[in-house]
């Protein structure tokens, strides 16, 4: 029987190990423990409105995107995502009535289970993979030949084995490379290295989401402005008042609006004291409960928040069935990069990619044939404190050529490195990277970086 290991226990992850297990592949989970899924709070959209249609989502993502943006990976994401979804309710998932708001949508259409969608989405997914064998522990390398990979070097309890397979990492970005984030703190671009050290080609590094309404690491769902939450200063006046889409701007420009006005002395609150109190606490029951936690009645008082590291745009570059420059190795969901977010993710986009993504790599990795052989290629060891403090300080939401040389003279981390330099290979401005040494935009280029290259190559696909 073939042999599928699934590096990460994600939606994709799962999702992928669900449907290879349909396949008829022996099929094995690994993974340290969290998920950047489970933390996903607003939900995942889908044109499924009675006055939505595909063409408007896939216009909404081509919009947030920024010029970046694969035209034929978006379609995929669209009109499969909507079979994706119907599939799980079909398999039993159900879904809240009547559908959110979030920022850059021009419609209603985001699917939500209260305000951890995320949450149970992977609880039912666990349900449906409960008889696929899983084991905790870190991933710290792969067995590779002559471009091929052939299985992973596995490290538990302080010991480390072999296991022959063909491979697909699902195993989340590298927003836990950044001191303040929203996911969990094993999420520091394992995968990414992964693929790099056997020399598969890594795609847009230099695109990383900030989220802008984050209190103590902790996100406040876009879903709530969606509802009317505004972000205000110390003063009270709006943040976004003068741009057209106003708090539903996209979050790039939001974070950036917000960390330059930061640097001039503002402080930024969330005021969703507007929003009918029984409503809040019914919709928004999780993040109430934790901001009440945290000290702060979200129905009585602003909430101060600040940008943090959200979600990896770039990633490990693939075609439209997860496969990588690699024979043998297969990547979906965030820690992979076809190019439907360009250079920046429209909200809730990604729990719809794990879906449809992780479905195409299912169909491609399950026709591979295992191998036993190959030397193994390992990534070393995890990113540092010191290192997510100089990516959060010279590689943050406003970058700059000085800034970005001081910290590639500081970092020890190799993922660290290969996004400064990425962002240093930009000169111009887009989407979640922004220069203020080259604020205007550029002819529309990936870049793309290699283990058998010395620097970044940047051309259109």
Same mark, same amino acid.
């Given at each position: 029987?073939?042999?599928?290991?699934?590096?990460?226990?994600?939606?994709?992850?799962?999702?992928?190990?669900?449907?290879?297990?349909?396949?008829?592949?022996?099929?094995?989970?690994?993974?340290?423990?969290?998920?950047?899924?489970?933390?996903?709070?607003?939900?995942?959209?889908?044109?499924?409105?009675?006055?939505?249609?595909?063409?408007?989502?896939?216009?909404?993502?081509?919009?947030?995107?920024?010029?970046?943006?694969?035209?034929?990976?978006?379609?995929?994401?669209?009109?499969?995502?909507?079979?994706?979804?119907?599939?799980?309710?079909?398999?039993?998932?159900?879904?809240?009535?009547?559908?959110?708001?979030?920022?850059?949508?021009?419609?209603?259409?985001?699917?939500?289970?209260?305000?951890?969608?995320?949450?149970?989405?992977?609880?039912?997914?666990?349900?449906?993979?409960?008889?696929?064998?899983?084991?905790?522990?870190?991933?710290?390398?792969?067995?590779?030949?002559?471009?091929?990979?052939?299985?992973?070097?596995?490290?538990?309890?302080?010991?480390?084995?072999?296991?022959?397979?063909?491979?697909?990492?699902?195993?989340?970005?590298?927003?836990?490379?950044?001191?303040?984030?929203?996911?969990?703190?094993?999420?520091?671009?394992?995968?990414?290295?992964?693929?790099?050290?056997?020399?598969?080609?890594?795609?847009?590094?230099?695109?990383?989401?900030?989220?802008?309404?984050?209190?103590?690491?902790?996100?406040?769902?876009?879903?709530?402005? $969606? +509802?009317? =939450?505004?972000?205000?200063?110390?003063?009270?006046? %709006? *943040?976004?008042?003068?741009?057209? #889409?106003?708090? !539903?701007?996209?979050?790039?420009?939001?974070?950036?609006?917000?960390?330059?006005?930061?640097?001039?002395?503002?402080?930024?609150?969330?005021?969703?004291?507007?929003?009918?109190?029984?409503?809040?606490?019914?919709?928004?029951?999780?993040?109430?409960?934790?901001?009440?936690?945290?000290?702060?009645?979200?129905?009585?008082?602003?909430?101060?928040?600040?940008?943090?590291?959200?979600?990896?745009?770039?990633?490990?570059?693939?075609?439209?069935?997860?496969?990588?420059?690699?024979?043998?190795?297969?990547?979906? $969901? +965030?820690? =992979?990069?076809?190019?439907?977010?360009?250079?920046? %993710? *429209?909200?809730?986009?990604?729990? #719809?990619?794990? !879906?449809?993504?992780?479905?195409?790599?299912?169909?491609?990795?399950?026709?591979?044939?295992?191998?036993?052989?190959?030397?193994?290629?390992?990534?070393?060891?995890?990113?540092?404190?010191?290192?997510?403090?100089?990516?959060?300080?010279?590689?943050?939401?406003?970058?700059?050529?000085?800034?970005?040389?001081?910290?590639?003279?500081?970092?020890?981390?190799?993922?660290?490195?290969?996004?400064?330099?990425?962002?240093?290979?930009?000169?111009?401005?887009?989407?979640?990277?922004?220069?203020?040494?080259?604020?205007?935009?550029?002819?529309?280029?990936?870049?793309?970086?290699?283990?058998?290259?010395?620097?970044?190559?940047?051309?259109?696909?």
């Amino acid at each position: 029987m073939h042999r599928v290991v699934i590096v990460g226990s994600g939606l994709a992850g799962l999702f992928t190990a669900f449907r290879c297990a349909n396949l008829g592949c022996e099929v094995l989970i690994v993974s340290e423990k969290g998920s950047s899924s489970e933390k996903a709070q607003g939900g995942i959209a889908a044109a499924v409105g009675e006055s939505d249609s595909t063409a408007l989502h896939f216009n909404d993502t081509l919009q947030a995107g920024n010029g970046l943006c694969d035209r034929h990976a978006v379609n995929v994401l669209v009109k499969e995502g909507f079979e994706r979804v119907t599939e799980l309710t079909e398999l039993g998932l159900k879904f809240d009535e009547g559908l959110g708001r979030e920022a850059v949508h021009s419609r209603n259409r985001i699917l939500h289970i209260g305000d951890f969608t995320g949450k149970n989405m992977l609880s039912f997914m666990e349900e449906l993979t409960q008889d696929i064998p899983r084991e905790e522990g870190r991933v710290v390398g792969l067995l590779t030949e002559k471009e091929q990979c052939n299985g992973i070097i596995f490290e538990r309890n302080g010991n480390v084995e072999q296991i022959p397979a063909t491979v697909v990492l699902a195993s989340g970005g590298f927003s836990a490379l950044y001191s303040h984030n929203t996911t969990h703190q094993n999420i520091t671009g394992d995968g990414l290295l992964l693929a790099y050290h056997a020399g598969a080609e890594l795609k847009d590094l230099e695109f990383g989401q900030f989220h802008p309404t984050v209190f103590k690491n902790f996100l406040l769902s876009e879903a709530l402005r $969606g +509802e009317g =939450a505004l972000i205000v200063n110390q003063k009270g006046d %709006r *943040l976004m008042k003068d741009y057209p #889409l106003k708090e !539903l701007s996209g979050r790039d420009l939001t974070a950036r609006v917000m960390q330059q006005k930061s640097l001039n002395g503002n402080t930024f609150f969330l005021d969703a004291t507007g929003i009918n109190h029984d409503f809040l606490k019914s919709r928004f029951s999780n993040i109430y409960k934790e901001c009440l936690n945290m000290g702060v009645d979200l129905a009585k008082e602003l909430v101060p928040i600040a940008p943090a590291a959200h979600y990896t745009m770039g990633g490990v570059h693939t075609d439209l069935n997860g496969r990588t420059s690699i024979n043998g190795l297969f990547a979906c $969901g +965030e820690v =992979a990069c076809t190019g439907i977010h360009g250079s920046n %993710r *429209l909200s809730s986009n990604s729990l #719809l990619e794990a !879906l449809v993504f992780g479905a195409r790599a299912s169909n491609a990795a399950s026709k591979e044939e295992t191998r036993n052989a190959g030397e193994p290629c390992l990534i070393g060891k995890v990113p540092s404190e010191e290192t997510k403090e100089i990516m959060w300080k010279y590689c943050g939401v406003i970058r700059n050529e000085n800034l970005l040389k001081d910290g590639l003279s500081k970092i020890s981390s190799k993922l660290a490195e290969l996004v400064m330099a990425s962002a240093l290979a930009r000169k111009e401005s887009r989407g979640t990277h922004y220069r203020e040494d080259y604020p205007k935009q550029n002819k529309p280029l990936h870049s793309f970086i290699r283990i058998d290259r010395d620097e970044v190559i940047f051309r259109v696909r």
